[in-house]
Nanobody, 124 residues
Framework: QVQLVESGGGLVQAGDSLRLSCAAS????????VGWFRQAPGKERAFVAG????????YYADSAKGRFTISRDNAKNTVYLQMNSLKPEDTAVYYC?????????????????WGQGTQVTVSS
């Protein structure tokens, strides 16, 4: 069972950048599709970005397109989410999630493994 640990969150100002990391406990992390999700207070968990096992395919929510970039380094068992031009509405707890079957998808209940989340707060 893979364990995921997110890091890189923090308090930033609008327009700043952050890079989140999702480190996995398994060396076979390359077998997993990975998604980043976020949950703001009072809102449902929402898909942000996803990446296929080999990293060749990436997917983004409309809110992330053009500002966020998902990538992975399978040699380091880590997936990244580079977030640029942050806005106050990006404030949320960010989670990474993994699944080792099927395809990279955008719905949360398709993912079996989740990290504990990292808080991102963007001030105006």
């Amino acid at each position: 069972q893979v364990q995921l640990v997110e890091s890189g969150g923090g308090l930033v100002q609008a327009g700043d950048s952050l890079r989140l990391s999702c480190a996995a406990s398994e060396r076979t992390f390359s077998n997993y599709h990975v998604g980043w999700f976020r949950q703001a207070p009072g809102k449902e968990r929402a898909f942000v970005a996803g990446i296929s096992r080999g990293g060749g395919n990436t997917y983004y929510a409309d809110s992330a397109k053009g500002r966020f970039t998902i990538s992975r380094d399978n040699a380091k068992n880590t997936v990244y989410l580079q977030m640029n031009s942050l806005k106050p509405e990006d404030t949320a707890v960010y989670y990474c999630a993994a699944r080792n079957y099927g395809a990279t998808v955008s719905y949360a209940n398709a993912y079996d493994y989740w990290g504990q989340g990292t808080q991102v707060t963007v001030s105006s």
